[in-house]
């Protein structure tokens, strides 16, 4: 699996953005999809995932103001981002793997243990 995020950058508080995550070798009915950041001095949260039928779970701090979506092959996922606040400045994750996240640790060490589940990371800055 191979997985290539898009997107991110800057945004003002209350603005929006969309990161993409391109997705080859995946099979289309396989793993759930999932975002992951991490914001400075912190550690990998769980943002949201989506799986291969479309069901969709979001962290609490997200509910309601971002949105995840996939086409239909599965090639991209994406992550609409909207009434974004100062606090979901981060670096963005995409992966095809549900992450071990306790103990809490670094998004940067998951994925190195598993290099084929997860895409490059994308800064998200957002000012007020």
């Known amino acids: 699996v191979r997985l290539v995020v898009s997107g991110g950058g800057s945004a003002q508080a209350a603005g929006s953005l969309r990161l993409s995550c391109t997705v080859s070798?995946?099979?289309?009915?396989?793993?759930?999809l999932h975002w992951y950041r991490q914001a400075a001095g912190n550690e990998c949260d769980f943002v949201t995932r989506i799986s291969s039928a479309g069901s969709t779970f979001y962290a609490d701090s997200v509910k309601g103001r971002f949105t995840i979506s996939q086409d239909n092959a599965r090639n991209t996922v994406y992550l609409q981002m909207n009434n974004l606040k100062v606090e979901d400045t981060a670096v963005y994750y995409c992966?095809?793997?549900?992450?071990?996240?306790?103990?809490?640790?670094?998004?940067?060490?998951?994925?190195?243990?598993?290099?084929?589940?997860w895409g490059q990371g994308t800064l998200v800055t957002v000012s007020s």
């Open positions: 070798g995946l099979p289309p009915y396989d793993s759930d």
């Open positions: 992966a095809a793997e549900d992450a071990p996240l306790i103990p809490p640790q670094s998004c940067t060490v998951i994925a190195a243990t598993a290099p084929d589940a």
